[in-house]
């Protein structure tokens, strides 16, 4: 059965699908969004990114002409339009996206207010993607191309401008077709993955770059709670490829596989188990939260998928 896609107040066949190619999202990249994974069909952390997805609309100065019912409301007809589309036992991801709207569609022409655009749609987790990663880790390869750096835009605002992460993808891909690209600041500090954050393991405590130049990633964010639970020193801080490469364990944190071991970074194996003994502590904790286990949850569906 197909899917059903939010658009601007109407639930519509994923397929049948469209917003004018005036919009501003598709002619200037601004879009702004937030991916939501569930947990027994449920969003987690909804609030945390509704406000997050508040935050990068006032950063683009349009927050105030949106009636953010319309974003509240595009997330839950689409959980109610598709869950019955995934096992009850697994879960799957809601994606909202807000864009200024139509106008301006000469480069020339004067900026006009308009409507936001708000779209939602859901899609199964790629469990078969990376189910295997929690046992064996995922490889990483540093990407040739630098992430855009704060002065240019804040990395904090979530956004779809992200050529950067695309290019980024092509070069990991071209040396491992297994790798996750590992992107850099114009220092040569780390920055972020092309949709996860970083954490790097040093004589039981857990490093992570600052927030100067990466997303805040609402996942990075619980990790840093969970750690503190368990009592897990967390660094925020400037780190390079020295501390990467010299990582006692590594992995990657976002919505979908929550973390996920990193087994190697540019060839040179990182860690000995996987996932490492901190890795393994905080998705215990995780599972534990949600009332499943993750690890679990993944490796059954991704046999189902194959």
């Known amino acids: ?10 639930m519509v066949a994923e397929s049948a699908a469209t917003i004018s190619i005036f919009d501003v999202g598709r002619m200037y990249g601004a879009t702004f969004y937030e991916s939501i994974r569930t947990f027994h069909h449920e969003p987690f952390h909804l609030d945390r ?17 949106l009636d953010f019912r319309r974003v509240e409301e595009a997330v839950q ?5 598709n869950e019955h589309l995934t096992h009850k036992d697994d879960d799957f991801w809601v994606c909202v996206e807000v864009t200024p709207g139509i106008a301006f569609p000469m480069p020339l022409a004067g900026q006009k207010d308009s409507t936001p655009t708000v779209i939602a749609y859901s899609s199964p987790l790629p469990h078969e993607e990376y189910a295997q990663c ?3 880790g995922k490889s990483v390869i540093t990407s040739l191309y630098r992430n855009v750096p704060p002065q240019s835009f804040e990395q904090r605002c979530k956004n779809r401008s992200r050529l950067s992460h695309f290019l980024s993808k092509r070069d990991a891909y071209r040396i491992d077709p297994h790798a996750f690209a590992l992107m850099l600041d114009l220092e040569g500090f780390l920055t972020e993955g092309t949709g996860a954050n970083i954490f790097l393991a040093h004589h039981g405590a857990l490093y992570t770059p600052t927030t100067r130049n990466i997303l805040n990633g609402i996942s990075r ?3 840093i709670q969970l750690a503190g639970r368990l009592s897990i020193d967390v660094h925020e801080e400037d780190l390079n490829l020295y501390d990467a490469y010299t990582a006692e364990e590594a992995f990657w944190t976002t919505s979908s596989y929550c973390i996920l071991p990193i087994g190697s970074i540019d ?11 901190i890795a393994r502590r905080l998705l215990d904790e995780w599972s534990k939260d949600v009332g499943l286990d993750i690890v679990a949850q993944s490796q059954r569906f991704a046999r189902k998928e194959a």
């Open 1 to 10: 059965m197909e899917r059903l896609v939010y658009v601007n107040g109407s």
């Open 221 to 223: 964010c619980y990790v």
């Open 77 to 81: 007809k689409t959980v109610e339009a």
């Open 49 to 65: 990114h509704f406000e997050r997805l508040r935050r990068s609309l006032a950063y683009a100065g349009f927050l105030s002409s």
């Open 134 to 136: 929690y046992t064996e």
């Open 267 to 277: 060839g040179r194996k990182i860690g000995q188990a996987y996932p490492g003994p």
